[in-house]
């Protein structure tokens, strides 16, 4: 039996990005600059990588193709001692790569190619998670089949595994009740969309992780808000993060998946969900200082060294 202090079940892909001035409309041909193939990884590399530069025991599950874009995830996964154990190979699929557009500030969009994840079967995710059962935390998002997913999410909690989900990117079908989900992680954006309301509508977040909570009945909420910080809904106790501020913003594209591994490695410390978030906040803060983002999630003496320079 190999248990993991976390498993990540999601998807691995090559990121290649572009920097431009603007985002394109319907029809416009748009000119970027500095087109480059970068260490960017899909959502279950990132967590996995981040969480193994942290010195947590990690392993990951998921299926990439038979080429030089999977044997870069398995590469980044073991330099970061990873078990990619689980890193299924096949070729029935190509390794998934998508496009980050970065705007002039740091702020970014991510267009995703096809994940080589849709080849993945339950059967598999059920085999790897019985293999590594005592296993403390289960993470997952929705670059992989939602069915996936959430089938490997609900079998992880019967084997008594805390769950946490970040439902990215949305699935236009609906989730059903997620009460099998211990930390739900999601933006001020996915809020919006999951409650039906317009993304320009200014809300106070506690009512909008409220409804979210009365939608999918999760036990933790935690929402990311970009330069306002985090909130968590935690039971009925509610609070706010506030973001670490620096001195420039270079890359945001993995900020995200940082803060989810920063917040599950707390977790595994002993450390309360509220603290947690603090010391993700300032990981968080130190990643978007860093251009591309497997090279932005730090080990931890550099993560450490960055706090205490800034508390």
């Not at 899909?42 to 996995?48: F, W």
């Not at 085999?127 to 005592?134: I, N, Q, R, V």
């Not at 002993?270 to 010391?279: I, R």
Request: hydrophobic residues 40%.
């Amino acid at each position: 039996m190999d248990q993991k202090d976390v498993i990540v079940l999601n998807s691995h892909g090559v990121g290649q990005y572009a920097y431009t001035d603007h985002m394109p409309k319907w029809g416009e041909t748009l000119s970027v600059k500095n087109w480059y193939v970068a260490e960017d990884g899909g959502k279950g590399t990132n967590v996995s990588v981040a969480l193994g530069r942290l010195g947590i025991e990690t392993a990951y599950i998921g299926k990439v193709g038979m080429d030089p874009w999977g044997d870069l995830g398995e590469k980044w996964l073991k330099e970061a001692g990873v078990d990619a154990t689980y890193m299924y190979r096949t070729d029935e699929v190509a390794t998934g790569t998508g496009l980050i557009l970065i705007g002039p500030d740091g702020q970014n969009t991510v267009i995703d190619g096809d994940s080589s994840s849709v080849a993945l079967k339950k059967e598999e995710v059920f085999a790897a998670l019985d293999a590594m059962k005592g296993s403390r935390y289960f993470v997952t998002g929705f670059e992989v089949p939602m069915q996936i997913a959430l089938a490997g999410a609900k079998h992880a909690k019967e084997l008594g595994m805390q769950t946490a989900l970040n439902p990215s990117p949305l699935p236009e079908e609906p989730m059903d009740k997620l009460d099998y989900i211990d930390y739900l992680f999601i933006n001020e954006v996915e809020g919006k969309y999951i409650c039906n309301e317009p993304e320009d509508t200014d809300l106070d977040p506690r009512a909008l992780m409220e409804e979210v909570k009365k939608i999918y009945g999760v036990g933790n909420i935690i929402m990311t808000m970009g330069g306002d910080g985090s909130a968590a809904l935690c039971e009925d106790e509610y609070w706010t993060v506030p973001p670490v501020k620096v001195d420039k913003v270079v890359n945001t594209a993995g900020a995200g998946d940082g803060f989810m591994a920063a917040v599950m490695a707390n977790l595994v410390w002993g450390k309360n969900l509220k603290e947690a978030m603090v010391w993700a906040s300032q990981y968080a803060g130190l990643s978007v200082t860093i251009n591309g983002t497997i090279p932005a999630y730090r080990p931890l003496e550099e993560v450490n060294a960055f706090i205490e320079k800034h508390s």
